[in-house]
């Protein structure tokens, strides 16, 4: 698995994956901070996280 930080949303039925550079996970936290969009609502094992 590449290094990095791994970046996983969800909206809907709807997925997002996808491994950043430690810079870039920053960047994309701060601008979704700004608009309010940023929200752990919880953690789950990589097995679930696409099932339902």
């Known amino acids: 698995m590449p290094e990095g930080v791994r970046l996983r949303v969800r909206v809907g039925c709807f997925g997002y994956d996808k491994v950043l ?5 920053s960047e994309k936290e701060s ?5 309010g ?6 953690s789950v094992a990589d ?4 099932v339902g």
């Open 21 to 25: 550079s430690e810079k870039e996970a």
């Open 31 to 35: 601008y979704l901070r700004s608009i």
């Open 37 to 42: 969009a940023v929200k752990i609502v919880d």
């Open 47 to 50: 097995s679930l996280f696409f």
